[in-house]
């Protein structure tokens, strides 16, 4: 079902709207140059291409217009790229945009219906690793810096963009870089062009992220591999062994069992309650947009909506092994298997504490005595904020008009390290994070892909965004020294 509306545009941005539209070819075109990139910031990757991503990102700011553009560097960390127009005047607000020109790899590119790096456009979607999440993202700030800048010479806020290159791996380098960079970042607000809209049509606000962290857990069961028939019987075997333990972490309605695993998460208002039951989310549609098989059953709480259990509650997921493959397997005890096991974190939850609690419940469950092992990776706390005041009705404002349809008020699953950081260090200024993917993105998975008519009216929200936020936010001097 689509709740595609048209625009309304206010008279006194009929200009910016026209200058919009009319470089949407050249916005697509620099969106397909970067799609072609295959930017993939994963560990065991080539990290050639994300710097040449990051070099191409800039080449795009500049001849948008921005200033100051660079790539902002701190050891061992993929590039960030930056850029600024800072000609607003000490009395209009600055306004941080951020996006990240990072990719996920693509495990399973056989299965693509085009080349993941070969950008296509099929019936209004645009297919391709990125091309959603989240090199639109990028796109969308430099289509609404250029439109104001074609139609006006100037714009009515202070602008610093930030496209960060590490984001899909957790940006594990944010606490130097924010140590080095914080100065010029320093805005009123920042706009995160990273997230989900509620429908095609329907643009999302989003107020709440969870965390995520990600574990993974050795299983030894003997000192090499042995014949499986001599030994088979009374000798357990390590993929077994991985097996039960995985099977652990969830009851047989699937959800998570593992002792302390709720510990902290915020309960919901009776206001969010209902705006969430309001919100509904028809379950059909959402066994559709995940792809979910025939016959195949939702899990976790049946007392939590699937919104509560999508949005705001912890969950746990194996999303690796390590074993012997089909083709590589011999008629032999496994000797040792691994799995890395994905958490993702609820509003509310300290991620060491949970992540002790996971590893606690790992080696306490070691099947027959096997040697588990646990070793910890990356951990990225929950996000949420009161989305209320003056930031919030602009984006409120801006969006209703671009899309024709109010922002439904959202949470999201996923996890975006960049907003905690930024909002302590800027004394709590407002995160308004926006939509560039629907239900049918399906980014991190194969097929990911951006509908290109949304992708058009997040760009003009955006732009008007800037128009809205004039006049209702206060301004502080945030030039940098740079
Ligand atoms: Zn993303």
Same mark, same amino acid.
């Given at each position: 079902?689509v709740n595609s509306s048209d625009p309304a545009v206010p008279e006194r941005l009929d200009d910016v709207a ?6 949407? +070819? ?16 994963? =560990?065991?990757?080539? !990290?050639? !291409?994300?710097?040449?991503? =990051? ?37 209009? +607000? ?40 989240? %090199? ?23 602008? %610093? ?14 606490a130097s870089f924010f140590a080095e960079y914080a100065d010029t970042l320093r805005a009123d607000v920042i ?37 499986? &028939? ?21 009851? #047989? ?18 206001? #969010? ?26 899990? &976790?709480?049946?007392?939590r909506s699937i919104l509560e259990r999508m949005w705001m509650l912890p969950t746990i997921t194996p999303i690796?092994?390590?074993? !012997? ?10 000797? #040792? ?43 990225? =706390? ?15 404002? =801006?969006? &209703?008009?671009?899309? &024709?349809?109010? +922002? ?30 629907? +239900? ?5 998975? #194969? ?9 058009? %009216? ?25």
């Open positions: 079902m026209a200058a919009l539209a009319e470089g949407m +070819p050249r916005t697509r075109q620099a969106l397909d140059d970067l799609v072609r990139i295959p930017s993939i910031s994963a =560990a065991h990757h080539d !990290p050639e !291409p994300v710097r040449r991503s =990051a070099e191409a990102t800039a080449a795009i700011l500049r001849e948008a217009g921005l200033a100051g553009v660079r790539l902002l560097e701190v050891e061992g960390a993929h590039p960030y790229v930056y850029g600024e127009r800072m000609d607003a005047g000490d009395g209009a +607000p600055t306004v941080l945009l951020y996006a990240h020109h990072d990719v996920q790899p693509v495990a399973t590119a056989d299965r693509w219906r085009v080349p993941p790096f070969e950008p296509t456009e099929i019936d209004g979607r645009l297919f391709g690793r990125g091309s959603a999440d989240d %090199k639109a993202g990028v796109m969308v700030h430099v289509a609404a810096v250029r439109a104001w800048l074609d139609a006006r010479g100037g714009l009515p806020v202070n602008v %610093k963009v930030i496209v960060e290159g590490e984001e899909e791996i957790g940006s594990p380098h944010l706009v995160l062009t990273d997230v989900l809209n509620w429908k095609v049509g329907w643009p999302g606000l989003t107020y709440s992220l969870r965390g995520v962290a990600m574990l993974d857990v050795r299983v030894r069961a003997l000192e090499q591999p042995i014949h499986s &028939g001599m030994w088979g019987g009374p000798v357990p075997d390590a993929l077994t062994g991985l097996m039960r333990l995985v099977g652990t972490l969830h009851d #047989e309605r699937g959800v998570p069992a593992v002792d302390g695993f709720f510990d902290g998460v915020r309960p919901l208002t009776a206001e #969010e309650r209902s705006a969430l039951a309001e919100l509904g989310g028809d379950a059909d549609e959402l066994r559709r947009d995940a792809g979910m098989l025939p016959g195949v059953g939702w899990i &976790g709480d049946p007392s690796g092994v390590a074993a !012997p493959s089909i083709e590589e397997s011999a008629p032999t005890l496994v000797a #040792e298997a691994s799995a890395r096991i994905s958490v993702r974190l609820a509003p509310g939850q300290d991620p060491e504490r949970i992540v002790a609690h996971v590893t606690d419940h790992l080696v306490r469950h070691a099947p027959w005595g096997m040697q588990v092992t646990v070793d910890p990776g990356v951990a990225v =706390a929950a996000w949420i904020t009161d989305p209320r005041g003056p930031a919030f009705d602009a984006a409120r404002a =801006a969006m &209703g008009a671009a899309f &024709g349809k109010a +922002p439904a008020l959202i949470g999201c699953g996923g996890t975006i390290p960049f907003v905690q950081p930024f909002s302590d260090a800027f004394g709590g200024a407002p995160c308004l994070l926006t939509g560039i993917e629907d +239900p049918s993105t399906n980014a991190h998975g #194969e097929d990911e892909s951006l509908h290109l008519g949304d992708f058009e %009216k997040a760009c003009l929200s955006e732009a008007f965004l800037f128009a809205e936020l004039v006049g209702r936010l206060e301004a502080t001097n945030h030039r940098s020294e740079t």
